[in-house]
């Protein structure tokens, strides 16, 4: 992963994403002294983890970037099990999720989404060098598989163990993806099905690789509550992020 911003990060952000718009989008519906509260699951490298105490990563960097863009002021970041996001966001402790979520029709009953940030599939990680090397789906029957509790990646065990490939006895689900890794690690199970970008994340620092990729076609988005009428001035912020090139120097910070 590329190295982070040698400046404070609000402040950069502050900087570049102000570059030729103005102070806040027109229209912004609750004034500029208005606060957006964030949460995150800060354990989904490069997405949002933490370093020496801070959350930091892409999620990051692009959510407070969108608050700023739109007018608001951004809140005090919150970590949570990301089980814990939407009814978080529901009962008004956050005012925005951005943890690399999925969009889905089940969430979506619950929660509304921004316009999509990012597109990715899922990865199948296995040890380095290790005996276990599958090449496809066929590959992991009677395999130990391990994914993180709400997840896509868990979605993706669940269908193998419904289609007979894995056991239930042999499925683990995790809090977060780094115990899921470090299991994997001791060889406590065979395989981890997670992200691709964060599956390549892991496989850059840790002893383990990607095996093969599950095309899902997942898009992710921040989610908002269904009567936040601000979700129209944070995809309008995106969408200048966007077009200011903003977007594509957290991309290349991030991942190149």
């Excluded at 699951?41 to 990051?60: C, L, M, R, S, T």
């Excluded at 597109?119 to 380095?128: A, D, H």
Aim: hydrophobic share 40%.
């Amino acid at each position: 992963m590329a190295h982070r911003f040698s400046m404070d990060r609000r402040a950069y952000l502050k900087t570049v994403g102000a570059v030729g718009a103005s102070a806040a989008i027109a229209g912004c519906s609750s004034g500029s002294d208005d606060t957006i509260v964030p949460g995150t699951n800060a354990a989904f490298a490069p997405f949002e983890y933490k370093e020496d105490g801070e959350i930091v990563g892409f999620d990051i960097d692009l959510a407070e970037a969108a608050i700023d863009r739109a007018g608001y002021e951004v809140g005090d970041w919150s970590d949570l099990k990301f089980g814990s996001l939407i009814p978080s966001l529901n009962n008004n402790d956050i005012d925005l999720i951005a943890a690399g979520m999925t969009i889905e029709p089940d969430r979506q009953e619950q929660i509304d989404f921004t316009d999509p940030y990012w597109e990715s599939n899922q990865s199948v990680l296995v040890q380095s060098g290790g005996d276990f090397q599958p090449e496809g789906e066929s590959d992991l029957e009677g395999s130990r598989m391990g994914a993180q509790k709400g997840t896509t990646g868990e979605s993706e065990v669940e269908r193998l163990r419904e289609e007979g490939v894995i056991a239930e006895d042999d499925l683990k689900r995790y809090n977060n993806y780094v115990l899921a890794v470090e299991d994997l690690e001791a060889g406590n199970v065979d395989a981890v099905v997670v992200d691709q970008p964060v599956a390549n994340n892991f496989a850059a620092g840790r002893d383990v690789s990607v095996s093969f990729v599950i095309e899902t076609g997942e898009q992710f988005g921040m989610g908002m509550r269904q009567d936040d009428d601000r979700l129209a001035d944070i995809n309008d912020a995106l969408a200048e992020l966007r077009e200011d090139g903003t977007y594509d120097d957290l991309v290349t910070e991030w991942f190149e």
